[in-house]
């Protein structure tokens, strides 16, 4: 059937070797590919909720608000911390402006 082989066994143990070791390559490679699969998946289930509304914080003692954001918003910085809707409105209606780019002012309903 598989008349192509090497009929001596000075030529076919090495070509077992060969792909023994071309076997244990590609089940390593899976073996990755699965373990960095499944971690993706963990960091699915345990990724925290996104928050509904941000306050971007300032550079400084106390590190005031500075800016109302949405949670999904872009242009929010990496100081930041999550507040709950009332919070937002809140600091809205106290003068804190609204991000131009998200607009949080107008899903809060808090415009001037």
Not at 18 to 41: N, S, T, Y
Not at 48 to 75: F, K, M, N, S
Not at 81 to 100: F, I, K, N
Request: aromatic share 6%; with cysteine.
């Amino acid at each position: 059937m598989f008349d192509d082989l090497p009929p001596d066994l000075e030529r076919l143990l090495p070509l077992k070797v060969w792909h023994a070791m071309w076997l244990a390559r590609i089940d390593d490679e899976i073996a990755d590919l699965q373990r960095r699969k499944a971690e993706r998946e963990y960091g699915r289930r345990v990724r925290p909720a996104r928050p509904e509304w941000i306050v971007q914080l300032g550079i400084g003692t106390g590190r005031p608000p500075v800016q109302v954001h949405a949670g999904d918003c872009y242009a929010a910085g990496n100081r930041r911390r999550s507040v709950d809707r009332g919070e937002a409105r809140r600091l809205l209606a106290s003068g804190l402006p609204a991000c131009l780019h998200c607009q949080p002012d107008i899903e809060l309903r808090t415009l001037d």
